[in-house]
């Protein structure tokens, strides 16, 4: 589409005098797109919009891909050539452009403190698709996945372990379908053992004791402490493989304490002009850049000496800016101040050039529930994708339909569309039922139009490759508005990687499903005389293809039977 907007562009411009961009060009509910440029020049030459748009519609000859051009209501709206729309899309290639250096892109981050949280999975799935869809654009993209393994929490756990304390009974009975997996055995100790760190002085003391040794260079206390976290790495990455999230590399935020990248992280802040060291410890005084923190400084060290997590963040990021050129960090909207510490000592302090950026999502809220891991109330993922893959087994024993690996695709589907289909900076207000909707706004809706397109192609039998007897003149208005929003798919994907946000692929998918199924249901495919038949095969065939395509850059399969 993006051929066509930048010729009816540089005709509007030639035209009207006026410099424009692609925002210029709207979808016109009397034309294929339209553009409001008489109304700029109305101002400036004091005329009547209406006026204006009927001398630069003149101007335009028709021809090409212009079937006709013409002014109303002050926009200049031009109508396309059916036949070369249809042509153009069918000899499209997609080939992305190789994008010049790499990308490192840092996501989920889940405490290892029990199950991943449904809450949570909203930063995997942002993430896991912002991967797909940069890649997809030409990106060189490394995903990585930082590991809270050196952290009080953690060392909560470590502790009740290491007391050979019992799990809690009740939740190993509430949570039984999954209590032998390890993140949720990991689980039932910590809501143990943080109780008794709210109550008893002598365990807090252990606790403090096991942190201040790891911090100090015993190996057995860190060994504990870390282990205890890789322990629940496991049972979470069963999670994240059930929503078909991808990682590259695994850092450990304790290996900034083991390769003294955080002793000299310290060093480098200590010779700063901002820095600061009162009774609560040592830190930056950033004042002078716009962040003013209570106490005079942001603190990076303890008075016990023990670093805080800021300060092994900085040292996890210096090494991440020698391994890309573009460094991306998804994030809760909670995170903003702290990432704008983060930024503001790697460039100002330490002089880091890298592009550091963040991606904030809003929260996910539950209408009318409380959680608190601590407390043992939680909201498991792994219940949420055992529900939805229930669900799409009990829809497909009524419409006698595909089996339990398609009842996978389209659970896991609706889980991660659910989430991904809202603009990452807006909240979600989770509802169960919603999550699990098969109908309106849903990823089962667009798997079915996939399923429903291979399924015309099959009954067809014909070899697409082979087809020569063809009827280039689109003259049904839904075939054209499918035509043409298949045109359309590559905009949407540059899109959501111009702005990292692939809720942008989402919307389109949706639009381009909406827009098969009224083809659908005015243009029949098989019956149609033969010249008409092949080329409606071939526009099938494409939103197949782009449909599955779409899907896969979301994380979601296309089955091909629902």
């Known amino acids: 589409m993006d051929e066509i907007r930048d010729l009816l562009l540089s005709k509007l411009e030639s035209a009207s005098g006026e410099r424009l961009s692609s925002e210029d060009l709207k979808d016109s509910p009397v034309a294929d797109l339209g553009c409001p440029v008489a109304y700029k020049l109305a101002k400036k030459l004091g005329r009547s919009p209406d006026a204006i748009a009927e001398e630069i519609a003149a101007k335009i000859p028709s021809g090409g891909i212009i079937s006709s051009v013409k002014a109303e209501a002050g926009y200049v709206n031009f109508t396309l050539d059916s036949a070369e729309l249809l042509r153009m899309?069918?000899?499209?290639?997609?080939?992305?452009?190789?994008?010049?250096?790499?990308?490192?892109?840092?996501?989920?981050?889940?405490?290892?403190?029990?199950?991943?949280?449904?809450?949570?999975?909203?930063?995997?799935?942002i993430g896991d698709c912002l991967r797909r869809i940069l890649v997809r654009c030409g990106h060189d993209v490394e995903t990585h996945y930082y590991v809270n393994d050196i952290g009080k929490q953690v060392a909560i756990i470590a502790a009740g372990l290491a007391a050979r304390m019992e799990p809690d009974q009740d939740l190993m009975q509430k949570y039984k379908s999954?209590?032998?997996?390890?993140?949720?055995?990991?689980?039932?100790?910590?809501?143990?053992?943080?109780?008794?760190?709210?109550?008893?002085?002598?365990?807090?003391?252990?606790?403090?004791?096991?942190?201040?040794?790891?911090?100090?260079?015993?190996k057995a206390a860190l060994e504990l402490i870390t282990g205890t976290a890789r322990?629940?790495?496991?049972?979470?990455?069963?999670?994240?493989?059930?929503?078909?999230?991808?990682?590259?590399?695994?850092?450990?935020?304790?290996?900034?304490?083991?390769?003294?990248?955080?002793?000299?992280?310290?060093?480098?802040?200590?010779?700063?002009?901002?820095?600061?060291?009162?009774?609560v410890g040592e830190g930056l005084d950033l004042t002078s850049y716009g962040l003013e923190k209570r106490g005079g400084m942001t603190v990076l060290a303890r008075a016990d000496g023990t670093s805080v997590y800021l300060a092994r963040d900085i040292a996890y990021h210096l090494k991440k800016v020698k391994l890309g050129d573009r460094i991306i960090n998804v994030l809760g909207e909670d995170h903003k101040l702290q990432f704008q510490e983060l930024k503001t000592i790697l460039e100002c302090v330490f002089g880091i050039k890298a592009a550091l950026e963040a991606v904030h999502f809003s929260f996910v809220s539950f209408e009318g529930m409380k959680f608190s891991t601590r407390k043992g109330e939680i909201a498991a993922a792994d219940e949420l994708l055992d529900e939805a893959v229930a669900k799409a087994e009990a829809e497909g024993e009524k419409r006698q339909l595909g089996g339990e690996?398609?009842?996978?695709?389209?659970?896991?589907?609706?889980?991660?569309?659910?989430?991904?289909?809202?603009?990452?900076?807006?909240?979600?207000?989770?509802?169960?039922?919603?999550?699990?909707?098969?109908?309106?706004e849903s990823a089962p809706y667009i798997q079915y139009a996939h399923a429903r397109s291979c399924r015309i192609?099959?009954?067809?039998?014909?070899?697409?490759?082979?087809?020569?007897?063809?009827?280039?003149?689109?003259?049904?208005?839904?075939e054209k508005k499918l035509i043409l929003k298949l045109l359309q798919y590559?905009?949407?994907?540059?899109?959501?990687?111009a702005h990292l946000r692939p809720d942008l692929v989402a919307a389109y998918l949706l639009e381009?499903?909406?827009?098969?199924?009224?083809?659908?249901?005015?243009?029949?495919?098989?019956?149609?005389?033969?010249?008409?038949?092949?080329?409606?095969?071939?526009?099938?065939?494409?939103?197949?293809?782009?449909i599955k395509d779409g899907l896969g850059l979301l994380g979601i399969d296309a089955p091909e039977r629902m």
């Not at 049972?235 to 059930?242: D, K």
């Not at 009842?407 to 207000?429: D, E, L, S, Y």
């Not at 499903?513 to 065939?541: H, I, W």
């Open 178 to 218: 999954h209590a032998d997996r390890e993140d949720f055995k990991v689980f039932f100790t910590y809501v143990k053992a943080n109780r008794l760190y709210e109550e008893d002085t002598a365990f807090q003391g252990k606790v403090q004791s096991l942190i201040q040794a790891a911090e100090s260079g015993d």
């Open 231 to 279: 322990r629940c790495l496991e049972g979470q990455l069963e999670t994240f493989s059930r929503l078909n999230a991808v990682f590259d590399v695994f850092d450990y935020e304790s290996d900034g304490l083991t390769d003294g990248s955080v002793d000299e992280v310290m060093e480098k802040v200590r010779r700063s002009s901002h820095y600061q060291k009162s009774e």
């Open 490 to 497: 590559e905009d949407a994907v540059e899109a959501a990687a």
């Open 405 to 440: 690996g398609t009842a996978q695709m389209i659970g896991v589907g609706a889980v991660r569309f659910h989430i991904i289909k809202t603009t990452p900076n807006k909240q979600i207000t989770f509802r169960w039922e919603d999550a699990l909707s098969f109908e309106g």
């Open 89 to 125: 899309l069918l000899r499209a290639v997609r080939k992305p452009t190789k994008k010049p250096g790499t990308i490192v892109l840092e996501h989920t981050s889940v405490n290892p403190t029990g199950p991943v949280h449904v809450g949570r999975i909203r930063n995997t799935v």
């Open 457 to 478: 192609l099959e009954k067809s039998g014909a070899d697409l490759k082979k087809l020569n007897d063809i009827d280039y003149a689109v003259a049904d208005d839904e």
């Open 512 to 546: 381009l499903a909406g827009a098969y199924s009224r083809f659908y249901m005015k243009c029949p495919v098989l019956d149609a005389p033969e010249p008409v038949k092949n080329r409606r095969l071939l526009t099938v065939q494409k939103t197949r293809e782009t």
